[in-house]
């Protein structure tokens, strides 16, 4: 059975970071790509960033230059760091594994999914 649980969420304040992480198990994804999406309340869900199997990275502009996704294949792990945190970063953040090797923006593009983890960015 997979599953993907995130872990690292909490609540900051403004200018803060924090490092988010995502484990896999029962399978090994380190030929899938991962992506990162986030959920504020009352909005739909959307793409935050997402890593290819080689490491290249792919993110939102809401988020460049801000967040960072790493992947550690031997760990079947993946890592958001997000720094210089906004208010509008707060959401349930969730990673997700893709359908093959690449990153994409729309959900459907991905076929495991994690439960979530809260972040909440205070002024």
């Known amino acids: 059975q997979v599953q993907l649980v995130e872990s690292g969420g909490g609540l900051v304040q403004t200018g803060g970071s924090l490092r988010l992480s995502c484990a896999a198990s029962?399978?090994?994804?380190?030929?899938?790509?991962m992506g990162w999406f986030r959920q504020a309340p009352g909005k739909e869900r959307k793409f935050v960033g997402g890593i290819m199997t080689g490491g290249w990275t792919d993110y939102d502009d809401s988020v460049k230059g801000r967040f960072t996704i790493s992947r550690d294949n031997a760990k079947n792990t993946v890592f958001l760091q997000m720094n210089s945190l906004k208010v509008e970063d707060t959401a349930v953040y969730y990673c997700?594994?893709?359908?093959?090797?690449?990153?994409?923006?729309?959900?459907?593009?991905?076929?495991?999914w994690g439960q979530g983890t809260q972040v909440t960015v205070s002024s």
């Open positions: 997700a594994v893709a359908r093959d090797g690449g990153v994409y923006l729309f959900q459907s593009a991905y076929d495991y």
């Open positions: 029962g399978r090994t994804f380190s030929s899938s790509g």
